[in-house]
């Protein structure tokens, strides 16, 4: 009886250790982002995410390039990754039993884990070299490639949870095919389209490997041209820590900050609205 | 001229013959039901009627069905659909739509009207014969999820009328309601049956009692009686009729 109950007691305390050890290094993260990061973020002020970058050894200047070239970058990932990933998860969900349609869910749930860094090499052969520059259009279509899988592996499953009887009905209303699929159950399963979409969006805004061969970086000129090298805050923080000089890291500490806000401001509304997505 | 008529009408689910061989005439501008125990194949007959059994892709379809006169399967299947409404056995609006659009929804992407105002008679003409519309006229706007189960039923059968099908078929539309509900959707087969041809296929041979004109027993896939529901009911000529009728089988 009391061997039992020592028994438990134990148990339960190697979990909650555990648990505790498994959580630590992101409240540690959190921590020691804001910690370093807002000091700078409060020194800086609104200069600090509209300016250029100072010269080394000295002010602190801004981070406006790297904040613009997210955007762009992740908009023009979603211009170019969102279609093709939609109809790629409707084809998976519409067709799974045909060769193709088995094929692309696990080709699918591969890409979700494939090394970034693989897929920044990949689109440096197939366009950095031969554009022979780093280049906006470039870092954009590597981030779209990581995009991809969790948009239509997102997009297959909210349209497969749709129950069968919905299906049944909007076919029995002499709906043609594509109404049904893409008026009826893709409105019926947005909220699971839209969670994906998110999910992949938060991803390669904080994506650095595939952006490294292929974005080239920019912290002096916003935005020169879709041909052009851009920046990228991550791919900031990556060059500033490298370098010797006490301000670039202190603006390194303040982007990781900026990162970290705009990571958190996706996901955290995300994971909160998320049970939601029941029909 | 028949409403429906199938010929030596079989079919498989994989391997598995669920529809043996059946030869059904349904007249017009009747009720008719389908009746038998569990799993004697009258959900997948009615699906071979509007063709809905294309659905699932085992599903393999021998013989004929006639929609007055014509095959359906020389048909466009969504002209069948659109002639051959459905209501099912789970009350099946959809959830994200209003209650107005529920009902607009098979009109509009059929481009079956001109303007917004021929739609909004449409709708009001169906909710009306599905008898619904004193009950929603004021929340059309409302989801069609808020309403109870034996409204949502109705709004599946105004969802089905405003289509004008000629045929509707009904997969035990009553199942999951209850006794008042089940109720109001019998009166209204009553009424719209002047209008058109309803199947019916359901599992309770009080129901069939209640609301047919005509019934057939389906067992094990065939057809073992069929005719009017007063002679059926009264005189069965098979035994398994009569056990079925009384109780002791299904």
Known sequence: MLVRKIKEKLFLAAISIATFLTILPLFHILFSV?????????????????????PPDSELGGIGPAIVGSFVLTFLA????LPIAVLTGVYAAEYPNSPIGKAVKTLLLIMMEFPTILVGLFVMNILVLPMGRYSAISGAFALAIVMMPYVAVYTEQALKEIPFVYREGAFALGLKRAVVVFKIMMSMARKGMITGILIGIAKVAGETAPLLFTAGGSARIYFAGLDQPIGAIPLLIYTLVQQPYENYHQIAWGASLVLMLIFLAIFLPLRLSIKEVKL | MNAIETINL???????????GINLAIPENVCFAIMGPSGCGKSTLLRAFNRLLE??????????????????YGMDSVEVRRQIGMVFQIPNPFPHLSIYDNVALGVRYNRLVESKRELDKIVEWALKKAALWDEVKDRLKDR????SGGQMQRLCIARALAMRPKVLLMDEPTANLDPISTRKIEELIYELKKELTIVIVTHSPAQAARVSDYVAFLYLGK???????EDVFENPKEKLTEEYLTGRMG
Do not use: H
């Open chain 2, 144 to 147: 069609a999820s808020e309403l």
């Open chain 1, 34 to 54: 804001f910690a370093n990061g807002l000091p700078v973020l409060m020194r800086g002020g609104i200069d600090f995410v509209t300016e250029t970058l100072a």
């Open chain 2, 55 to 72: 659905l699932n892709e085992i599903a393999r379809v021998e013989g004929d069905v006639k929609l007055f006169g014509r095959s359906v």
């Open chain 2, 223 to 229: 057809l073992v009686e069929v005719g009017k529901t």
């Open chain 1, 78 to 81: 979603s211009l170019i990754g």
């Open chain 2, 10 to 20: 079989r079919i498989w689910y994989g391997n598995n013959e669920v529809i043996r």
